[in-house]
C-alpha cells in the first residue's frame, strides 16, 4: 500500500459520503486523501485520468447505475481496483458486481472500519499482483513460484499443461495427477461446470467466477476462477492463462458470522417468548396449587392434576429452550481427544448395536492433546454419533470415525452411510429448532455448533442423498505445557 492511498468516493448522497469517509479515516496506521464525486460523468472522468489508488462507487446513481460506471471506466483504461458499493444486496448482484470487474463488493449497513480497511488492503494488493503478472516479465517465474493462488495454463482441450507449486499445496494431489486431469474434471457442481464450459467454447474470458472444487483428501474447497485466452498468431494453438483464488475461508467466516447472527435473533427471539409464557403459567400454576390444597371433588383433582403436570412440563420446555439460546461457557483442560472419543463410543456403544451399525475408529499412532471441557465435547460428539445411528436405522450401514493431527490442528471426521441430506437442509442443518425428526426439537446440533465455537473450533458438513453424511470437527491443539485435566 503506497505512503497515501487516495480514494475516490462516488456517491450522488452526501451524508453516505461522509460516513464511510469518516470510517475510512477511523482505519489505524493509515494514511489516506478521500475526494468525492456525485455526479457521474465527473467521476468517469476522474476514473479515466487513473488519479486515485482505489474506488468506491455507489451502486445508485440515479438514472444510472454504479455497475454502468464500473464498466465505462474500465472500458476507459481505468486499472486502479474499484470496490462497489450497496443499501442492501443479493447473492445474484454480487455475482455480476465481481465479475464485470469489481474486486469487492460491500453493504453498507455491513460495513465497518475494519472491513473497509481489510477490503482496500485486498483491493490494493490483488491489483498489483494483476499488474505484475502481465506488464512484468521478467518477474513472471518468481510470482508463479511463489504465489499463494493456484496459477496454471491450460490448452486446447482443457487439459492442465503447467501449474505452479501453490496447486499441489491446495488441491492436495500430486503434480503429476492434476496435470493428467482437465479443467472440467476439478469442478464438482454440475451447473458450475456448465457455466465454465459455455464461456470456455466461446472463448471469452473469465473473471472470478466462483466454483467448488474438491481436493485430494475429500475436502471441498471454494475458488474463484479468472481465466484468459491466448491466441499469439495462426501457426500457434490455443491456450488459457488462469487463477484460481482460494476463498475458502472466508466463505468459511462469513457463513460462521451468519450462523452467529442466526442463533443470536433465535436466542432474542425464545427469551421474549418465554418471558410472556412463563409469567401467565405461573399464575396458573399456583392457582392450581391453591384450588388442590382446598377439598375439591375426587374427579376435578383429576383434571387439576393433569393441568399441573403440563405447566411443569411447559416450564421444563422453556428452561431447555432458554438453556440452549444462551452461549456455552466452557473450562477448558488439557484432555486427550482420544480418551474422550472412547467415552463417546462406550455410551453409544449399545444404540449403534441396535441400529445394526458397524463402526471403524482410526486414530494416529501418538496422543492427541486438545483444550477441552470433557463433558461438554463429548456431549457434541455424542450428538454426531446419535444422528449417524439414526440415519443409518436398520440399514445395515457404517460409522467411520477418523482422527488426525494437522500442523496445530486436530480434525475429527464423522462419515456415515445413511440416507443423507439435500442441499437446502444442509444450509438449515445448525438453525436452532430446525429438525426432520418427528419428535426432535431441533436443539441437538445448535447445541454442538454452540460446543464446538465454544471450544474455538469449526464443525463442517457435506452430505449426499443416498450416500451418506460426513461432519468434520476441528479443534486446536493444546499447548505441550500445559497439564492434562484429571478424570
Request: hydrophobic share 40%; proline share 4%.
Amino acid at each position: 500500500m503506497p505512503a497515501v492511498c487516495k480514494i475516490l468516493i462516488v456517491d450522488d448522497d452526501e451524508d453516505d459520503f461522509f460516513i464511510i469517509s469518516e470510517m475510512i479515516r477511523m482505519i489505524p496506521a493509515g494514511k489516506y486523501e478521500i475526494e468525492w464525486a456525485y455526479k457521474y460523468d465527473d467521476a468517469l472522468r476522474r476514473m479515466a485520468e487513473q488519479c486515485y489508488d482505489v474506488y468506491f462507487v455507489d451502486y445508485r446513481l440515479g438514472a444510472r447505475s454504479g455497475m454502468d460506471l464500473l464498466l465505462e471506466a474500465m472500458e476507459a483504461g481505468c486499472e486502479s481496483p474499484i470496490i462497489l458499493l450497496t443499501g442492501g444486496g443479493s447473492v445474484k448482484t454480487e455475482h455480476a458486481a465481481l465479475q464485470s470487474g469489481a474486486v469487492d463488493y460491500l453493504i453498507k449497513a455491513d460495513v465497518t472500519s475494519e472491513k473497509l480497511e481489510r477490503s482496500i488492503r485486498y483491493a490494493q494488493e490483488r491489483t498489483v499482483f494483476v499488474r505484475a503478472l502481465r506488464a512484468n516479465e521478467k518477474k513472471y517465474r518468481a510470482i508463479f513460484e511463489k504465489s499463494k493462488d493456484i496459477i496454471f495454463l491450460i490448452d486446447s482441450d482443457f487439459r492442465f499443461v503447467e501449474i505452479n507449486p501453490a496447486a499441489t499445496q491446495l488441491l492436495e494431489l500430486p503434480k503429476e495427477k492434476i496435470l493428467s486431469l482437465t479443467l472440467f474434471d476439478l469442478v464438482e457442481d454440475a451447473e458450475e461446470k456448465m457455466t465454465l464450459r459455455k464461456s470456455m467454447d466461446a472463448n471469452e474470458e473469465i473473471r472470478d467466477l466462483e466454483l467448488s472444487i474438491a481436493t485430494g483428501e475429500g475436502q471441498k474447497k471454494q475458488f474463484q476462477l479468472s481465466l484468459v485466452p491466448q491466441d499469439e498468431g495462426p501457426l500457434t494453438h490455443l491456450y488459457w492463462q488462469g487463477i484460481l483464488h482460494d476463498i475458502t475461508s472466508l466463505r468459511k467466516a462469513e457463513k460462521a458470522t451468519l450462523q452467529a447472527e442466526k442463533l443470536a435473533a433465535a436466542g432474542r427471539l425464545v427469551r421474549t417468548l418465554a418471558h410472556e409464557v412463563r409469567n401467565p403459567l405461573n399464575n396458573i400454576t399456583l392457582s392450581v396449587e391453591q384450588i388442590l390444597a382446598d377439598s375439591v371433588s375426587e374427579d376435578a383433582r383429576i383434571y387439576l392434576e393433569i393441568v399441573e403436570r403440563n405447566s411443569k412440563r411447559i416450564s421444563d420446555l422453556i428452561t431447555e429452550l432458554l438453556n440452549s439460546s444462551r452461549p456455552t461457557e466452557s473450562v477448558l483442560k488439557r484432555v486427550m481427544l482420544q480418551t474422550v472419543l472412547d467415552e463417546v463410543i462406550s455410551q453409544s456403544a449399545d444404540r449403534l448395536k441396535l441400529s445394526n451399525v458397524q463402526f471403524q475408529l482410526s486414530y494416529p499412532p501418538d496422543p492427541v492433546w486438545v483444550n477441552a471441557d470433557i463433558e461438554k465435547l463429548s456431549i457434541a460428539l455424542l450428538n454426531l454419533v446419535i444422528n449417524a445411528s439414526e440415519a443409518m436405522e436398520n440399514s445395515n450401514g457404517r460409522l467411520d470415525i477418523l482422527v488426525q493431527q494437522q500442523d496445530e490442528t486436530a480434525r475429527v471426521t464423522v462419515s456415515d452411510t445413511g440416507c443423507g441430506m439435500p442441499e437446502e437442509t444442509l444450509s438449515q442443518l445448525f438453525e436452532p429448532y430446525f429438525t426432520r425428526k418427528r419428535n426432535g426439537m431441533g436443539l441437538g446440533l445448535a447445541s454442538t455448533l454452540n460446543i464446538i465455537q465454544s471450544h474455538k473450533g469449526e464443525i463442517e458438513v457435506s452430505s449426499e442423498p443416498g450416500v451418506g453424511t460426513r461432519f468434520v470437527i476441528t479443534l486446536p491443539l493444546a499447548a505441550a505445557s500445559e497439564p492434562p485435566a484429571v478424570s
